[in-house]
């Protein structure tokens, strides 16, 4: 990654940063993924939460500040793109910012159907299978994590079954 350099001045700029408020379990999904030894999350180069990102950066105004991390608040890196510089174009409007949410948790019901979905085919119990799929993703043990991703993959489970219908020879 090549270091932003101001023009006039010729003095490194920094790296800049969106906050997210995500639930719990989200978090430590995205840090234990795509996260850096700094806890920023830098998403892969041609991924859909990339593609949000270069389509709904605003500019920040010239009186206005970057926002700064609260609580709770996982640190997205803002991608330098050729038409949208980082250091001037990293605002997300809080619509932007839920469509961002939105294609996280798209990607993390993906992966959670897309790895527990054959432990429920082996016939293994799926209440172990959700605590080590946690455990392999970086999600903290807790109670109400587990729960959360339990009803997930549940109601996905329900969402597939419910548009199944058998052959014949499955009656």
Request: glycine fraction near 4%; include cysteine.
């Amino acid at each position: 990654m090549k270091k932003l350099v101001s023009l006039r001045y010729r003095i490194p700029l920094p790296s800049m940063n969106i906050y997210l408020t995500l639930p719990k379990y989200l978090t430590e999904w995205v840090l234990h993924d795509w996260g850096d030894a700094q806890g920023v999350v830098r998403f892969p180069r041609g991924s859909a939460e990339n593609d949000v990102l270069e389509m709904m950066l605003d500019k920040l105004g010239e009186d206005e500040k970057p926002a700064m991390r609260k609580e709770g608040q996982v640190a997205i890196a803002v991608p330098d793109f050729k038409s949208k510089p980082a250091p001037y174009w990293c605002v997300l409007s809080q619509d932007a910012q839920d469509i961002l949410k939105h294609v996280i948790m798209v990607r993390f019901r993906v992966q959670l159907w897309d790895d527990l979905y054959r432990v429920e085919k082996l016939s293994l119990p799926i209440t172990n299978s959700i605590y080590d799929w946690m455990t392999r993703h970086g999600i903290e043990h807790e109670e109400k994590s587990w729960e959360a991703i339990r009803q997930m993959f549940f109601r996905q489970r329900k969402a597939y079954r419910k548009g199944h219908k058998p052959s014949k020879r499955q009656i």
